[in-house]
C-alpha cells in the first residue's frame, strides 16, 4: 500500500487530510461488511492509506473507534414520536433498531453492554423512560425500560452468532431430531419445531424476524402484566 511519506503532509502529498469522522466512516464501513470483530486497526489503517499512528491520533485506540462506530450507528435508530402509546412506541424503537443494528453484526451485542455510555443513547434512554412514567410504572420505569431493550437487542446479539455460525442451525434439529418419536413428551415436542422450523422454505432471516417480533410482544405483555399489578397495589 502507498502511504504518504511521514515527512509530508497530506495536502502536500495530493491527499484530503485526514479526520476523525472520515476514519469512523470507513470503520463503519468495514464494520458492515465484515462485523464488528473482522478488522483490526491494520487494515483499518490499510483501508484509509494511511500509517495506524494516524488513527491513534485521530481517534485512539480500537476501543476508541469501536466506541464511535456505536455512537453513530445508535443514532441512525430514529426515536419514536413521544405521543404514542407506550407499548407502540416501543415496538417502534425495537423494531427499527433490529433494522440498524442488524447492519452491523456484533454490534448489537456491545450496545446491551455499554448503552448508557454512549453518547447517542441518552436521548432515547430519556424519552422511552419519561414513556413509560407517563403510562404509570412510576420507580420502574427505569427497570422496566432495560428489561425491554437488553431483551430485544440480545436476540439481535444472537441473531449475529448464528451469522458468524450458521451451521448452528442445522445442529440443533439434527441433536433434537432424535427425540421426535421415541422421546420425553418435553423434547419430542422441541423436536417437532425444531425440524418444523429446518423444513420451513422461508429464507432464516424471515423465520428470525417473526421469532424476533414474537419476543418483543412477549416482552411487552409481561411488562403490561406488571403495570396492571402496579396499579392494583394500595
Known sequence: MDRP???RSRPAAGLPPMTAD????VALELTRASGLDGWS?????AA?????GVIYHHVGDREAVLDAITNRVIALIPVPDPGLEWREWF?????DGRGVLRQFRGLARRVVLM???VPAALPTIDRGIQVLQRAGFGADATLVYRFLLNTAFMM???EDDRDDRPESRGRMAEVLGDFQDDGPPGLAAASVDALAR???PRPAAVLDLEFYEFTVERALDGAASWLTALSRRP
Open 156 to 158: 439481535v446479539a444472537v
Open 115 to 117: 448503552g448508557p455510555t
Open 91 to 95: 415496538r417502534h424503537l425495537l423494531r
Open 22 to 25: 472520515k476514519i469512523v466512516d
Open 48 to 52: 484509509l492509506e494511511v500509517w495506524p
Open 198 to 200: 429446518a423444513r420451513d
Open 5 to 7: 511519506s511521514s515527512s
Open 41 to 45: 486497526i491494520r487494515q483499518l489503517s
